[in-house]
């Protein structure tokens, strides 16, 4: 029986949501940022940075996609009088607006260097993850976290500047974590969204050896530690807000969509990649939320936007069967994996959770009954 935050409307299904008094983790977790000092966020940041200087000409490296957020964080950097290295592992199939965004990024005032891996063999791994484990994105959330860490170590770079925490923003982890300070080899390995797939499980895949997967790899313990690698969150030390980071990102010439995008109720996010639509909705048959629910919490958690009003969004918004993804049709996004939209609609059926949707007398997915967030008040919402 699937239960929901008293406050936001994240649902027990969420993986690694933690609860307390029917509250989730990621409530929590906001909360605890109004105990931070952030007068003194400052300089704990300046002084991280200088005390790690090894390399003489870049203070860190900042991951980067081109999206609002790794917009702001290098803005943020410079702004503190810093010079960073980016660093982009592109989408596997970077949209238009994405690759206009991270041209935007390079116009900021800092080098910049994009890892692109071997497409073949990319494309084969993306096909198997859709498959195996039900994520067709699953290269992406590996290697934008190990190809920094590869330019890290070969630039003699020991400060990597990762965005917001996912285990405080989203209340992904143990409680414990909301307090993370350092992102390493354990994070990744313990929430990465790997679902079991491990590196050396893509040496089955025909046509990929161990040449072809350097950089799916986490550089080893050694070269780490000689290095002194710090992963730290620009989260623990500013204030986060994905809206303003959105405006910030926008008065510096960064491009949000300009039309509404299926699935969710943000235009100014996921821009690039045109396959966040399949997986947000696999992510919905799995869980029972999209991405609609995701950006609706984090408004409700920042007092923008009222529970029920949010409801009313989640319900029209999430898991809207993903027929295009900004400019590109489900067909095509697909064919670029060999994937037909019989197979598709295959794999969507063996994950889907049947203990959340049934088929109804017409053959339509709808949710059950008792699937349905029961919401604390007076409200109920969702597909009653
Ligand atoms: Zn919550």
């Given at each position: 029986?699937?239960s929901?935050?008293?406050?936001c409307?994240?649902?027990?299904?969420?993986?690694?949501?933690?609860?307390?008094?029917?509250?989730?983790?990621?409530?929590?977790?906001?909360?605890?940022r109004?105990n931070?000092?952030?007068?003194?966020?400052?300089q704990v940041?300046?002084?991280l940075?200088?005390?790690?200087?090894?390399?003489?000409?870049?203070?860190?490296?900042?991951?980067v996609s081109?999206?609002?957020?790794?917009t702001y964080?290098?803005w943020?950097?410079?702004?503190?009088?810093?010079?960073?290295l980016?660093?982009?592992?592109?989408?596997?199939?970077?949209t238009?607006?994405?690759?206009?965004?991270?041209?935007?990024l390079k116009s900021?005032?800092c080098d910049y260097?994009?890892i692109s891996v071997?497409r073949?063999?990319?494309r084969?791994?993306n096909?198997h993850?859709?498959?195996?484990?039900?994520?067709?994105q699953?290269?992406?959330?590996?290697?934008?976290?190990?190809?920094?860490?590869r330019?890290a170590v070969?630039?003699?770079?020991?400060?990597?500047l990762?965005?917001?925490?996912?285990?405080?923003?989203y209340?992904?982890?143990?409680?414990?974590?909301a307090?993370?300070?350092?992102f390493?080899?354990?994070?990744?390995?313990?929430?990465?969204?790997?679902n079991?797939?491990r590196?050396?499980?893509?040496?089955a895949?025909?046509?990929?050896?161990?040449?072809?997967?350097?950089?799916y790899?986490?550089?080893s313990?050694?070269?780490v530690?000689s290095?002194?690698?710090k992963?730290?969150?620009?989260d623990n030390?500013f204030p986060?807000?994905?809206?303003?980071?959105?405006v910030?990102?926008?008065?510096?010439?960064?491009?949000?969509?300009?039309e509404?995008?299926?699935?969710?109720?943000?235009?100014?996010?996921n821009l690039?990649?045109?396959v966040?639509?399949?997986h947000?909705?696999l992510?919905?048959?799995?869980f029972?939320?999209g991405?609609?629910?995701d950006v609706?919490c984090n408004?409700i958690?920042?007092?923008?936007?009222l529970?029920?009003?949010a409801?009313a969004?989640v319900?029209?918004?999430d898991?809207?069967?993903?027929?295009?993804?900004?400019d590109?049709n489900l067909?095509?996004?697909?064919?670029?994996?060999?994937?037909?939209?019989?197979?598709?609609?295959?794999?969507?059926?063996?994950?889907?959770n049947?203990?959340?949707?049934?088929?109804d007398?017409?053959?339509q997915?709808v949710?059950?009954?008792?699937?349905?967030p029961?919401?604390?008040?007076?409200?109920?919402?969702l597909?009653?």
């Amino acid at each position: 029986m699937i239960s929901y935050c008293s406050r936001c409307l994240y649902p027990s299904t969420k993986p690694d949501l933690w609860f307390k008094d029917g509250v989730c983790g990621a409530c929590h977790a906001f909360d605890l940022r109004s105990n931070y000092d952030w007068s003194s966020g400052k300089q704990v940041f300046r002084d991280l940075l200088r005390d790690n200087k090894k390399n003489p000409r870049y203070d860190c490296i900042v991951p980067v996609s081109g999206g609002k957020d790794s917009t702001y964080q290098v803005w943020r950097v410079l702004k503190e009088g810093f010079n960073p290295l980016c660093k982009t592992a592109p989408t596997d199939q970077l949209t238009a607006l994405g690759r206009a965004n991270i041209e935007n990024l390079k116009s900021l005032g800092c080098d910049y260097i994009e890892i692109s891996v071997n497409r073949e063999v990319r494309r084969k791994i993306n096909r198997h993850a859709f498959f195996a484990v039900g994520d067709i994105q699953w290269p992406e959330h590996l290697l934008i976290y190990t190809i920094p860490v590869r330019a890290a170590v070969q630039f003699q770079i020991p400060v990597i500047l990762w965005g917001e925490c996912p285990q405080r923003e989203y209340g992904a982890g143990r409680p414990e974590d909301a307090y993370l300070k350092y992102f390493d080899r354990r994070v990744l390995e313990e929430y990465g969204s790997l679902n079991g797939l491990r590196v050396s499980d893509l040496l089955a895949i025909q046509g990929v050896d161990d040449r072809d997967l350097y950089f799916y790899e986490y550089p080893s313990a050694e070269e780490v530690d000689s290095l002194g690698l710090k992963g730290i969150y620009l989260d623990n030390y500013f204030p986060w807000n994905g809206i303003s980071n959105a405006v910030i990102a926008q008065s510096l010439g960064f491009r949000v969509s300009e039309e509404n995008i299926l699935g969710t109720i943000a235009n100014y996010e996921n821009l690039d990649n045109y396959v966040h639509g399949i997986h947000d909705y696999l992510k919905y048959l799995k869980f029972g939320f999209g991405r609609a629910t995701d950006v609706a919490c984090n408004l409700i958690r920042r007092n923008l936007l009222l529970r029920d009003d949010a409801c009313a969004l989640v319900e029209k918004h999430d898991g809207r069967y993903p027929s295009s993804y900004l400019d590109r049709n489900l067909d095509r996004i697909l064919q670029y994996y060999d994937i037909s939209l019989q197979e598709f609609g295959e794999v969507c059926d063996d994950y889907t959770n049947y203990e959340l949707f049934l088929n109804d007398a017409s053959g339509q997915l709808v949710r059950r009954p008792d699937g349905s967030p029961q919401l604390t008040g007076s409200f109920s919402c969702l597909h009653q």
